[in-house]
Nanobody, 123 residues
């Protein structure tokens, strides 16, 4: 059974940076990649970023393009978040995406979710 452990959330001020990590363990079966999602208070869940295991550049939502960077090292994926804004506040989830998924969407098949990391951007 595959497991995900997220870490790195916290309270920061506008303009600050924060890095989230997503460590995958357990099953050795191959998977497509890792997706990042977030949910702000009172809003629907939003896709943020996706990186496939086959290589290539990560994909980002327009709302974070140019400010967020996703990278991976072995079984851990990182989401570097720069120039954070109050609208970036929310619970961030990473998820293992099964084969058949496509980073660009719309098909992102979730195999397992991380536990979520709260990011609060406030002055």
């Amino acid at each position: 059974q595959r497991r995900i452990v997220e870490s790195g959330g916290g309270l920061v001020k506008p303009g600050d940076s924060l890095t989230l990590s997503c460590a995958v363990s357990g099953s050795t079966l191959a998977y497509y990649g890792i997706g990042w999602f977030r949910q702000a208070p009172g809003k629907e869940q939003e896709w943020v970023s996706c990186i496939s295991r086959s290589g290539g550049s990560p994909y980002y939502a327009d709302s974070v393009e140019g400010r967020f960077t996703s990278s991976n090292a072995k079984n851990t994926v990182y989401l570097q978040m720069n120039s954070l804004e109050p609208d970036d506040t929310g619970v961030y989830y990473c998820a293992v995406l099964s084969y058949g998924s496509n980073c660009r969407g719309p098909n992102r098949y979730i195999e397992v979710w991380g536990q979520g990391a709260l990011v609060t951007v406030s002055s």
